[in-house]
């Protein structure tokens, strides 16, 4: 089910007004059961009717098979859990370690299955160990590598003693399938979670006030800027060969702001479908396309994904605290892992790498006594500088995020270098070039200003900000019905 | 939670939001912002052509009216028509609107036809077998015109007309703020075009006729061969050069019309959706019907490209469809101009591949009055 709709805004309603309505284990219960119900609502588009009985469970009853792996994790954690903390307390430390082990092998071999058996397989034709000929057709169950990951971090923890396991399996499999954070994130903590389980926030006309906003900005976010920013995106990396480079830096950038758009509104919807429900999610993005750096832009995008690969990666790796070559190899491997979670293809692992890659220089560049010289001579200036260098070097990454496969984005990468041939007095995307600075500029600005404070500040804010955006929402927004890009990781 | 739900919903805020979007949907019902519409977009089109055909209807006294689609609006002249009869008492105007399915006619029909009393026939131009006639799904522009003729009445003709409507379409014919957002949003980007758009209407002549049709491109420098051939050639990735008589705006349009032609049904015996046409027919003619109106079908011309399309079978088939649609109240009087303009290559009458350019409306004209016979 897509929170751009009509479904969805019957489910929500529905599910406030009954919810609230219920009160304890009832009311979980009931959350527990409208969120399987909201998974359910997604279609497996490669599933055809009459091919076997995962086909036929979905045509002939409606039920969506893939619940059963989102069922099928839930509880092997949940058990996990409760066996970390009893081997813990009994002193055995193999069975803790076995209770461990078992939790990430599940997940991490669902996932692994699901995401990459086609990506290895082709690896391994392409190495030449053996002629593959008809890959399997594997639909990738939405949502899974979100709440695979949410799963293992609650087994992680119990095991770091972190956290203790929850003893309520009906709590544990809301904490996993909890509805506006379950398809495409944030990936929330448990110790978060189950924080707002237990002293649930108090719902009032002001908290109401400030999930409402943040839901109709990510709707903004989405229908107006993302899905506009998607025509001349789709129309770049589908003839790149007949762009010049300044069209296809207008596409790569365009990407770059598609991307952030789409998921930070739904990730602005989700958490502000959570807040009306009790729940405080963390922020997810933080203004990141206008950061001057490659480090600063890491703490603001994708936060809850970037926190837990730093938790669960690269900190356990021994992070910066060793020798440089050790270092290097850290996070190259925490970025490796990074390219690979968002999609088994040697196109998502060079965008890993260029992340590791930029990461490495700036920490180089940091080390010398450049930037403060920089700094002294023209701070503003400056400033303006990397902020600007920092939005090209992530778009020439975005390339490798966004073609499908490597030898387009090596194909783009040489026009965007003009390498290739090339005829610069063209520039016909320039519209969106326009909308980029526009992008740029408000970005900048709302970066200083957060929406919560803006709309309590004043009286004739709240209406203002209502009418702006359903205005923006009414006169710009696509209404074709179109997916959030992160259901695909 | 409840109480927290009242108060958020009954603070001041609610109603200031609300007093403005009633307040502008007011205002737009009342059809303040109808003379600030994007020049040529659907809502402009109906509106002039039907404002137009009120405005005349006392000096002009009609006693024909046109009806119809695109072939209809810049297929005919109706200077020519007119000059033409005249000397036989023959006065035609217009309802004929581009890109109006059977629904927009009918809502045209039942909104204007009591206005022209003295009208004794009705000619109405017919696409057979085109992709548009029979779709079941709305578009945007039919949603914005049948908002335009009677924003109230359309849910019911939606209705009637057997579509298959979401909340959204019938909002969007209900409510201006809805039905005009695409033209608020060109008004924005494009507010310089507009403004001068609008001092140079205020200072164009008046004249009696809404359109008459001046294009001069043609597709007959592409020299097309099939469909297929357009698509491949005319398409982003064809390196076909621009001829003389076209310009890349045209060329554009022709590989679109070639992109809609491929999807015309291929069937030649009666489906699901011609029969579902011939009940829509049905009730537009009965509204013509009552009123004591004869009907004249013209088949009407498109490119030969597509002429595949329409054999003897297909053409049985609306034949069938037509006496059914007129019930038995009036015997079909139908003339099949679809070759009027040459049975091989017709490229050089033609705009794109189902509309007409100048040359190609003055002979259609001209064949139209021979057929017509009066």
Not at chain 1, 144 to 169: A, E, L
Request: aromatic letters at 16%.
């Amino acid at each position: 089910m897509l929170f751009n709709s009509s479904q969805f805004l019957i489910f929500f309603l529905f599910t406030l007004i009954i919810g609230n309505l219920l009160q304890n284990k009832w009311q979980r219960l009931f959350f527990l059961i409208a969120s399987y119900y909201f998974y359910m609502g997604w279609e497996p588009s490669d599933i055809k009717c009459g091919t076997g009985v995962i086909s036929d469970l979905y045509c002939n009853y409606g039920i969506n098979p893939y619940l059963g792996i989102l069922l099928f994790s839930t509880f092997v954690d949940y058990w996990a859990g409760i066996g970390i903390e009893k081997a813990d307390l009994k002193n055995k430390r193999q069975l803790k370690w076995l209770c461990l082990l078992s939790s990430l092998l599940v997940n991490i071999g669902t996932l692994g299955f699901f995401k990459y058996t086609n990506f290895i397989l082709g690896v391994i034709n392409d190495l030449g160990i053996l002629e593959i000929t008809e890959f399997p057709k594997i639909v990738l169950p939405v949502g899974i590598s979100f709440y695979t990951f949410q799963s293992m971090s609650y087994t992680i923890d119990i095991y770091f003693g972190k956290m203790s396991p929850r003893k309520s399996i009906l709590d544990f499999a809301l904490y996993v399938a909890f509805f506006p954070q379950l398809v495409a994130g944030p990936i929330v903590r448990a110790g978060v979670f189950f924080r707002d389980l237990d002293n649930r926030l108090k719902v009032d006309a002001d908290s109401l006030r400030w999930g409402f906003c943040m839901i109709l900005i990510g709707f903004t976010r989405k229908i107006v800027f993302a899905d506009n920013l998607a025509r001349v995106v789709d129309y770049t990396f589908a003839n790149h060969a007949l762009l010049n480079p300044i069209e296809i830096w207008t596409g790569a950038l365009a990407f770059g702001w598609q991307i952030y758009f789409d998921f930070a509104g739904y990730t602005d919807i989700a958490i502000g479908v959570a807040r009306i429900f009790g729940f405080q999610f963390d922020p997810n993005f933080n203004f990141p396309m206008s950061c001057r750096n490659i480090a600063d832009h890491w703490t603001k995008w994708h936060i809850s994904f970037s926190t837990w690969i730093r938790d669960y990666i690269y900190i356990p790796l021994g992070g910066s605290r060793v020798g440089p070559f050790r270092y290097c190899l850290n996070l190259f491997a925490t970025w490796l892992f990074a390219g690979l979670w968002h999609g088994a293809a040697y196109h998502y692992v060079s965008w890993g790498l260029w992340q590791g890659f930029m990461l490495l220089c700036h920490k180089l560049y940091s080390s010398t006594s450049l930037p403060q010289f920089f700094e002294k001579k023209s701070q503003r200036f400056y400033l303006i500088w990397a902020r600007i260098f920092t939005m090209f070097c992530l778009a020439f990454g975005f390339v490798m995020f966004r073609a499908e496969n490597m030898t387009k984005a090596l194909e783009m990468m040489k026009s965007l270098v003009f390498i290739n041939e090339v005829t610069l007095y063209r520039y016909e995307n320039y519209r969106f070039g326009i909308l980029l600075i526009i992008c740029y500029i408000t970005s900048y600005y709302f970066s200083k200003r957060p929406i919560g404070k803006m709309i309590s500040d004043k009286d004739w804010r709240f209406p203002l900000f209502v009418l702006v955006n359903t205005f923006m929402i009414l006169l710009f927004g696509v209404t074709e019905n179109q997916s959030f890009l992160y259901f695909q990781f | 939670m409840l109480k927290a739900l009242k108060d958020f919903f009954f603070q001041r805020d609610w109603a200031i939001i609300f007093s403005v979007l009633i307040g502008l949907e007011l205002i737009l019902q009342l059809g303040f912002y109808k003379p600030f519409l994007k020049k040529n977009s659907y809502a402009a089109n109906i509106n002039l052509v039907t404002s137009k055909a009120i405005e005349t209807k006392e000096s002009l006294n009609p006693n024909v009216l046109v009806l119809g689609t695109s072939i209809a609006f810049e297929g005919i002249s109706l200077p020519i028509l007119n000059e033409t009869l005249a000397r036989k008492g023959i006065r035609v105007q217009t309802l004929a609107v581009r890109a109006s399915e059977l629904v927009v006619q009918h809502a045209i029909l039942q909104k204007y036809l009591a206005e022209f009393p003295n009208v004794k026939q009705i000619v109405h131009i017919m696409e057979p077998g085109m992709p548009w006639v029979d779709r079941d799904t709305l578009t945007d522009p039919t949603l914005v015109m049948l908002s335009e003729v009677s924003p109230w009445q359309s849910n019911q003709f939606i209705y009637d007309f057997e579509y298959k409507s979401k909340v959204t379409d019938l909002l969007s014919v209900s409510l201006k703020t809805i039905s005009y957002r695409k033209d608020f949003a060109d008004f924005l980007l494009n507010t310089s075009d507009r403004i001068k758009y609008l001092s140079k209407r205020s200072k164009e002549e008046k004249t009696s006729w809404v359109h008459d049709n001046d294009t001069i491109e043609s597709i007959e420098g592409y020299h097309l061969k099939d469909l297929q051939d357009c698509l491949d050639r005319l398409g982003p990735n064809g390196q076909t050069s621009i001829p003389s008589d076209s310009n890349p705006d045209h060329k554009r349009m022709v590989y679109e019309t070639c992109l809609v032609s491929i999807g015309v049904p291929k069937e030649s015996q009666s489906t699901t959706e011609s029969d579902r046409y011939f009940r829509r027919l049905k009730k537009n003619y009965k509204l013509v019907l009552d009123k004591g109106i004869r009907i004249t079908n013209i088949m009407a011309p498109y490119s030969s490209l597509l002429f595949i399309y329409n054999d003897s079978n297909k053409m049985k088939v609306w034949e069938e469809g037509l006496k059914y649609a007129l019930d038995g109240r009036q015997k079909l009087d139908l003339i099949d101009l679809q070759k009027s303009l040459g049975s091989i290559d017709n490229g050089t009458y033609c705009y794109d591949l189902i509309h007409l350019n100048a040359k190609g409306k003055e002979i259609f004209t001209q064949k139209l009055i021979e057929a017509l016979n009066y």
